[in-house]
């Protein structure tokens, strides 16, 4: 079973070797990792917005060819998750594979939106929005909270994720 690997850990220092770690992971339970910067890209003569629809036509030809995808939900740049992992995460349900998905920061969404005064913050006890849990549950998965010493780099969160796709795709 290829597993797509959504998530902010492209954004890291060492996403290389970060990549590596969870793809480790997941060939211990009988699943290989695909990771975003798997993508042998060559920007040569692209400008930066053509390099980065290279960027969404690669990993979206790398999603079609997965089984199944894990998404790190750990709010980026914000109270909520990453926005590309996001798409990615919509992309993969939209197309009727299973995703799961794993937090580093076990606060419900509602207590890391705070001062937001204007705006309605849903309170529906979940994880991130709505439509990023109900992805996952969906498939008859739940989100994996856990409070991770390293937001990025604690992958204890992941490696259960990883074993319960594994269970869950047989």
Known sequence: MRVYLAGPDVFHADAARLGMRKKAICSKYGLTGVYPLDNDLSFDGLSPFEQGIAIFQANADLMRGCD?????????????????????????????KPVAAYTNDPRPFTDRSTGLDTLTVERFGMVDNLMLDGAVHANGLEIIIHDGTDPFLDLDGFDLCCRRLADRLG
């Not at 740049?77 to 993969?92: H, I, K, L, N, Q």
């Open 68 to 96: 199944a995808a894990i998404a790190n939900i750990t709010p980026f740049r914000g109270p909520s998750c990453d926005p590309g992992t996001a798409y990615e995460v919509g992309f993969m349900s939209g197309l009727g």
